[in-house]
């Protein structure tokens, strides 16, 4: 029988970067039966016996960030009495930072989801994105940092998601068949970035899609020599246009949003240099 893994993760705050961090990690690792304990806010002596009582009955891996000293230092003594290793994520970074900053750290918990100007400036991106969805709002699209564009269920909605949660303003317009793209598409100042998918796997998409709104007949929307057509028209007007394309066959979101942000970094350096000249 396969070996099962216990991974605790201990947080004082939502717990988000700890899952983030060790799931990223597990990715590295196949064939593996690791069960994850999660024990978010984390915050008094109460909560982290509760925690502590759950790592001794199934003793393994314990990631934690506790700020308070005495909570850390709780947990550690606690996990090397019942062979659990202990790890806390933050230390080297914070001992790193603490010495290139010359400053010390202030142990305050959950710093990071304080409501900020930095945080109320994702919730403007995201409203912006939700607002200039599938083509809506055209003459917003000014103010858009990113364009995406492409097809239908080309992935254009979720990664402009994903750019607004990392703060970018972005906005996607969708391509249809037999309709000019918009002007304002076409005038756009923004960096605009086609999406493309291969034929055989949008055809694939796209039925998924009708078949969970229980639609069944078969339409241009589906049909591969279509969708080849579809698919080929929008990777001219990409061209034509010079604008940078990303195939999303095989890409995740994270992946796609990754690459525009590169793109959008490369596009700012370069204007950097040109205004340094």
């Known amino acids: 029988m396969e070996k099962k ?10 717990g988000e970067t700890l899952n983030a961090m060790a799931n990223a990690a597990l990715a590295q690792f196949e064939n593996v039966d690791v069960q994850i304990h999660s024990y978010a806010l984390v915050r008094s002596e109460h909560q982290l016996s ?5 790592i001794a009955m199934a003793p393994g891996l314990v990631f934690f960030t506790l700020a308070n000293p005495t909570l850390n230092q709780r947990l550690v003594m606690r996990c090397a009495d019942v062979g659990a290793d202990c790890i806390d994520v933050l230390e080297q970074p914070l001992n790193v930072l603490g010495k290139f900053l010359g400053k010390s750290e202030s142990h305050k918990v959950g710093r990071q989801h304080q409501v900020d100007q930095r945080y109320l400036d994702r919730i403007e991106t995201l409203n912006f994105a939700i607002a200039h969805d599938d ?13 995406l564009t492409g097809a239908s269920r080309t992935s254009k909605t979720p990664t ?16 249809v068949p037999g309709m000019p793209p918009p002007p304002t598409l076409l005038d756009a100042k923004a960096l605009v970035v086609g999406l493309w998918v291969s034929p055989d796997r ?11 709104m229980g639609e069944t007949r078969s339409t241009d ?23 940078p394309t990303i195939d999303v066959t095989r890409r995740s979101i994270e992946e796609t949003a ?18 340094g000249a």
Do not use: M
């Open 5 to 14: 893994f216990h991974l605790h993760l201990v947080s004082d705050s939502t």
């Open 50 to 54: 509760r925690a502590l009582d759950h």
């Open 135 to 147: 083509g809506q709002s055209l003459e917003g699209l000014a103010q858009a940092e990113v364009i």
């Open 160 to 175: 402009c998601v994903y750019l607004a949660i990392r703060g970018i303003r972005a906005a996607n317009v969708p391509l």
């Open 202 to 212: 949008l055809v694939q998409v796209r039925r998924n899609r009708l078949s969970t």
């Open 221 to 243: 929307y589906v049909d591969l020599d279509q969708v080849r057509s579809e698919v080929a028209a929008t990777r001219l007007l990409f061209d034509n246009q010079g604008w």
């Open 258 to 275: 990754a690459q525009v942000i590169n793109l959008l970094s490369d596009r700012k350096a370069l204007a950097s240099q040109k205004d």
